[in-house]
């Protein structure tokens, strides 16, 4: 399995990023994908799932209604849109072939880091 998690950054409060998680090494479209992330001195939060065929989506009450997944199965690539950024989101983030919800396990990539600050 590989992971390779891109598109963080430093952004002010209220800004937006768009996450990136080329997947290879499993039969990617078959999968549950997952975004996790660690805040500093944190555990291990979940953050959003989406379905395999795309079509089903579960957030964090945290970031619902902020935070929007996506998939490409044709690109074996899972996206996260994240608006209305809050210094509270500042994380490093991991994607993973994960069910909802799920935290535990393996994490393969070497995730992205989002810095939410003015």
């Known amino acids: 399995v590989q992971l390779v998690e891109s598109g963080g950054g430093l952004v002010q409060p209220g800004g937006s990023l768009r996450l990136s998680c080329a997947a290879s090494?499993?039969?990617?479209?078959?999968?549950?994908m997952s975004w996790v992330r660690q805040a500093p001195g944190k555990g291990l939060e979940w953050v959003s799932s989406?379905?395999?065929?795309?079509?089903?989506?579960y957030y964090a009450d945290s970031v619902k209604g902020r935070f929007t997944i996506s998939r490409d199965n044709a690109k074996n690539t899972v996206y996260l849109q994240m608006n209305s950024l809050k210094s509270e989101d500042t994380a490093l983030y991991y994607c993973?072939?994960?069910?909802?919800?799920?935290?535990?396990?393996?994490?393969w990539g070497q995730g992205t880091q989002v810095t939410v600050s003015s």
């Open positions: 993973a072939p994960k069910a909802p919800y799920d935290v535990s396990g393996n994490y």
């Open positions: 090494g499993f039969t990617f479209s078959t999968y549950y």
């Open positions: 989406i379905h395999s065929d795309g079509k089903i989506t």
